[in-house]
């Protein structure tokens, strides 16, 4: 079992940044994989983005690419998501998720965290 708890969202204006956490507790960190997703409202939830478990792999949607970046610190078991040049179409609760590979599909996460919101104002 694991336990996530994103934090840093916030309101911020078009063209700024934020950054992510998500804290991981329970089994070993470093065993899974991490991903971040986001539901914007009335949208399904989407992927955003994943880690490989050493950090050194990561994919992420066409959407955000260039402008996202997630990492990771094993040793504080956590995962962070850095958000550059934001739009107001970011807008979303972004959720982390852990799972045992980098996928896009959310059926490939077992555990997730409560989500956190950003919004973006134009």
């Known amino acids: 079992q694991v336990q996530l708890v994103e934090s840093g969202g916030g309101l911020v204006q078009a063209g700024g940044s934020l950054r992510l956490s998500c804290a991981a507790s329970?089994?070993?960190?470093?065993?899974?994989?991490m991903g971040w997703f986001r539901q914007a409202p009335g949208k399904e939830r989407m992927f955003v983005g994943a880690?490989?478990?050493?950090?050194?792999?990561?994919s992420y949607a066409d959407s955000v690419k260039g402008r996202f970046t997630i990492s990771r610190d094993n040793a504080k078991t956590t995962v962070y998501l850095q958000m550059n040049t934001l739009k107001p179409d970011d807008t979303a609760v972004y959720y982390c998720?852990?799972?045992?590979?980098?996928?896009?599909?959310?059926?490939?996460?077992?555990?997730w965290g409560q989500g956190t919101q950003v919004t973006v104002s134009s």
């Open positions: 998720a852990a799972g045992f590979g980098i996928a896009t599909s959310e059926r490939s996460y077992d555990y």
């Open positions: 329970g089994r070993t960190f470093s065993v899974y994989a």
């Open positions: 880690i490989g478990r050493s950090g050194a792999t990561t």
